[in-house]
Nanobody, 119 residues
Framework: VQLVESGGGSVQAGGSLRLSCLKS????????VGWFRQIPGKEREGVAA???????SYADSVKGRFTISQDNAKNTLYLQMSSLKPEDTAMYYC???????????????WGQGTQVTVS
């Protein structure tokens, strides 16, 4: 599977952005897809994930502000981000796999990332 993120940009604190991740290739059977973020010098952290059965999970830091969803007809994963804070500034990546990884290192398929800057 190939993943391409888009939708990043610069926004003021309190604003909103929607990230998209277009999936292509063998998207059938993907068991988990997720969003991660990374600040230079820090480890990549999980933001949100959605499983094949539709169940979702979120990092505590984004609960109530971010929403993960996907449109299977469009092969696209989304991350709706609201009430953005400066500490949300990071490179955001989508990742996917055919099983249910428990941490970033266990994912085999990654996009190239899209930068989000909140000021």
């Amino acid at each position: 599977v190939q993943l391409v993120e888009s939708g990043g940009g610069s926004v003021q604190a309190g604003g909103s952005l929607r990230l998209s991740c277009l999936k292509s290739g063998n998207t059938t059977g993907l068991a988990r897809v997720g969003w991660f973020r990374q600040i230079p010098g820090k480890e990549r952290e999980g933001v949100a994930a959605i499983d094949g059965d539709g169940s979702t999970s979120y990092a505590d830091s984004v609960k109530g502000r971010f929403t993960i969803s996907q449109d299977n007809a469009k092969n696209t994963l989304y991350l709706q981000m609201s009430s953005l804070k400066p500490e949300d500034t990071a490179m955001y990546y989508c990742a996917a796999d055919y099983w249910q990884p428990r941490c970033p290192d266990e994912y085999n398929y990654w996009g190239q990332g899209t930068q989000v800057t909140v000021s």
